[in-house]
T-cell receptor, first 113, second 112 residues
Framework: DVKVTQSSRYLVKRTGEKVFLECVQD?????MFWYRQDPGLGLRLIYF???????EKGDIPEGYSVSREKKERFSLILESASTNQTSMYLC????????????FGEGSRLTVL | RKEVEQDPGPFNVPEGATVAFNCTYS??????FFWYRQDCRKEPKLLMS???SGNEDGRFTAQLNRASQYISLLIRDSKLSDSATYLC?????????????FGIGTKLQVIP
């Protein structure tokens, strides 16, 4: 059974803290994605990666960075968390087009106080 | 203009009704299209792919109109369990990788 695992389901952090969100997939997928989902805004792409050590900015990369040192792991980093980064963060992986289907983790709900 | 646009709803329909959702996309070079379903407080999951020839999976029918740049999802004989948010997804190949864009989602509530 395919699986994308996000390390933390719920996190509470303080403004200015560094935050790491980890995502691991066991499907040997090349592509990995980080989205955030907010009410009324839907899923917005933060960063994606199509290969180890490769990364591309999505639509809202400001305030975030990513790391992909191994094929199965894609980390999202908030260097200095701010309250407007309170959100649900969803990691996904996929094979390249044309397969395309995204498999999502269960999400990490981050609250920044 | 947003890359992928959907009516957020909510669509409140009685059990047994037929309901249709549309989604428009702005990038004419988009290559593949999907509908995902997201239940409350859960992650999105693939419902079905969308092909130019149209495709059907039980009570669900998806259509793609490339000329007008929209995709549709038709649900026949709605069940209470169909209540969810339906996300339109558009994939675009660019520079050797795919960029996946989601619509905001259309919320469906099926009423007894």
């Amino acid at each position: 059974d395919v699986k994308v695992t996000q390390s933390s389901r719920y996190l509470v952090k303080r403004t200015g803290e560094k935050v790491f969100l980890e995502c691991v997939q066991d499907m040997d997928h090349e592509n990995m994605f980080w989205y955030r989902q907010d009410p009324g805004l839907g899923l917005r792409l933060i960063y994606f990666s199509y290969d180890v050590k490769m990364k591309e900015k999505g639509d809202i990369p400001e305030g975030y960075s990513v790391s992909r040192e191994k094929k199965e792991r894609f980390s999202l980093i908030l260097e200095s968390a701010s309250t407007n980064q309170t959100s649900m963060y969803l990691c996904a992986s996929s094979l390249p087009i044309p397969a395309g289907e995204l498999f999502f983790g269960e999400g990490s709900r981050l609250t920044v106080l | 203009r947003k890359e992928v646009e959907q009516d957020p709803g909510p669509f409140n329909v009685p059990e047994g009704a037929t309901v249709a959702f549309n989604c428009t996309y702005s990038n004419s070079a988009s290559q593949s299209f999907f509908w995902y379903r997201q239940d409350c407080r859960k992650e999105p999951k693939l419902l079905m792919s969308v092909y130019s020839s149209g495709n059907e999976d039980g009570r669900f029918t998806a259509q793609l109109n490339r000329a007008s740049q929209y995709i549709s999802l038709l649900i026949r004989d709605s069940k209470l369990s169909d209540s969810a948010t339906y996300l339109c997804v558009v994939n675009h190949h660019s520079g050797g990788y795919q960029k996946v864009t989601f619509g905001i989602g259309t919320k469906l509530q099926v009423i007894p």
